[in-house]
């Protein structure tokens, strides 16, 4: 109703434990989802970064929408790197990239082509 919240970071009460499953929130556009559609970045031991496919993977994980778009902005704005604690090496970066290349991208029909390069 009166929900007028924009920019409030906690719409949540906190009452105590957790119940059922973790949300997990998109770096790129930090919308939360149980795990629903959610691919998983984990950090190894070796700190470095890459895709785990299979969600389980040890390491410290961080959530993107299965979209280019938050990929996109994930990887620009550096919030992979900033989620994990840890500085993105050049080839993770990369790596990370191609994988975002192949994701659907159901956000913008004409992708714009990233400058630079
Ligand atoms: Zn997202």
Same mark, same amino acid.
């Given at each position: 109703m009166a929900n007028n919240a924009l920019a409030s970071g906690s719409a949540v009460k906190r009452s105590g434990k /957790?119940?059922? @499953?973790?949300?997990?929130?998109?770096v790129g556009c930090h919308s939360t989802s149980a795990k629903r559609g959610f691919v998983r970045v @984990?950090? &190894? +031991? =070796?700190?470095r970064v890459s @895709? =785990? /496919?299979t &969600? %389980? #993977?040890?390491?410290?994980? +961080?959530y993107l929408c299965a979209t280019q778009a938050?990929? =996109? @902005? #994930? !990887? %620009?704005? &550096?919030r992979i790197g900033q989620s994990l604690h840890v500085t993105l090496t050049e080839e993770d970066r990369l790596? !990370? #990239? +191609?994988y975002a290349a192949r994701l659907a991208n159901d956000d913008e029909e004409a992708a714009g082509t990233p400058d630079g390069r």
């Amino acid at each position: 109703m009166a929900n007028n919240a924009l920019a409030s970071g906690s719409a949540v009460k906190r009452s105590g434990k /957790p119940r059922h @499953v973790p949300q997990r929130t998109c770096v790129g556009c930090h919308s939360t989802s149980a795990k629903r559609g959610f691919v998983r970045v @984990v950090r &190894g +031991a =070796d700190g470095r970064v890459s @895709v =785990d /496919p299979t &969600g %389980k #993977a040890n390491g410290r994980g +961080a959530y993107l929408c299965a979209t280019q778009a938050c990929w =996109d @902005v #994930a !990887l %620009k704005r &550096g919030r992979i790197g900033q989620s994990l604690h840890v500085t993105l090496t050049e080839e993770d970066r990369l790596s !990370l #990239a +191609a994988y975002a290349a192949r994701l659907a991208n159901d956000d913008e029909e004409a992708a714009g082509t990233p400058d630079g390069r």
